[in-house]
């Protein structure tokens, strides 16, 4: 009888969850585990902007550290928060199906002023991304850094003075925090990846690689593959403001990607699609075309001004 397998987690309600998931898709195979509880960066400073720490892993670097040192046998993530390069001897172990892939405008007394484009307001975010494409469709708002996890972040928006702040749907909807004060951001594309859970397992390790198959989601894996190889070929991280969507349909992947410069001024987008079993390339060939439209300008200057 092999070991329980131990699963990494951060200690946040959320990420608790989603490794307490993991346990029961586990234990359904017949494999007994037990979650082991690891800081992250991201967790311990919850001051600076994300997109000022070295964002790369923020919230994965030491459950990475954690599995190379064989101190745990698998760790689950939030997707979108996954480095596109994984750590060195570090392997995809599963993509579980994914849940909403949605962004969420979480609002304090009222969000008619939504449809006021010309409107003045403070919003909260400390997403790199959201704040670009909300000032792209807002420029007369204003955004204030937001950390913290998903209970921290909602008691702050009840605790100041901004008109709201925006939250991905899944982190709300799986740990039962989704309020009756928001509304679907239908026009925000996501990150890359966001709405879908990932395991990963040290690469030599055949046992957690098996008993990690049977619960992985081959759509939703094709799918945010496609969206991270965009966000690898445009050279982004999660300090990138990036968005990109693949959805499998009818046989069918649709593909839409964006880059918006930080301060919401400049958009670039494209759009494709291919049939399922011709897919796997989408991401970096619309990478390449919207790189060819104007992303390089809007890349180029986030990186000098990042120096």
């Known amino acids: 009888m092999k070991n329980k397998i131990r699963i990494g987690t951060r200690e946040s309600q959320l990420a608790v969850w989603q490794a307490t998931t993991v346990r029961d898709l586990l234990a359904q195979n017949g494999f007994e585990s037990e979650l082991v509880y690891i800081k992250s960066e991201g967790d311990i400073d919850l001051q600076t902007p994300l997109y000022e720490i070295g964002v790369q892993g923020v919230f994965t670097r030491s459950l990475d550290i954690a599995l190379i040192n064989n101190k745990i046998d698998i760790a689950v993530h939030s997707m979108k928060d996954v480095p596109v390069q994984l750590a060195k001897s570090i392997v995809q172990a599963a993509v579980?199906?994914?849940a909403s892939y949605k962004d969420l405008f979480v609002?304090?007394?009222?969000?008619s002023f939504l449809e006021d484009f010309a409107?003045?307001?403070?919003?909260a975010t400390s997403s790199i991304r959201r704040q670009a494409q909300w000032l792209h469709r807002y420029p007369y708002h204003t955004i204030e850094n937001l950390r913290g996890n998903v209970n921290t972040r909602l008691q702050k928006v009840k605790d100041?003075?901004?008109q709201g702040a925006i939250f991905a749907a899944a982190g709300l909807e799986r740990i039962n925090l989704r309020p009756a004060n928001c509304v679907e951001l239908d026009w925000m594309l996501p990150a890359p990846a966001q709405g879908a859970i990932m395991v990963v397992c040290r690469q030599s390790d055949n046992h957690c690689i098996d008993a990690c198959l049977p619960f992985n989601d081959a759509e939703t894996a094709l799918c945010v593959k496609i969206e991270r190889d965009f966000l690898k070929t445009l050279l982004g991280?999660?300090?990138?403001?990036?968005?990109?969507l693949a959805e499998a349909t009818n046989g069918t992947v649709t593909f839409r990607g964006n880059i918006v410069s930080p301060d919401g001024a400049k958009k670039v987008e494209t759009s494709s699609a291919a049939p399922v079993g011709k897919a796997a390339d989408l991401g970096i060939q619309a990478a390449k075309e919207i790189l060819q439209k104007g992303a390089q300008e809007i890349?180029?200057?986030?990186?000098h001004a990042a120096k």
């Open 237 to 244: 991280g999660c300090s990138t403001p990036i968005s990109a």
């Open 160 to 162: 100041n003075d901004w």
């Open 299 to 303: 890349t180029d200057s986030i990186h």
């Open 96 to 98: 579980l199906k994914r």
């Open 107 to 111: 609002y304090k007394e009222t969000a």
């Open 119 to 123: 409107s003045k307001a403070v919003i």
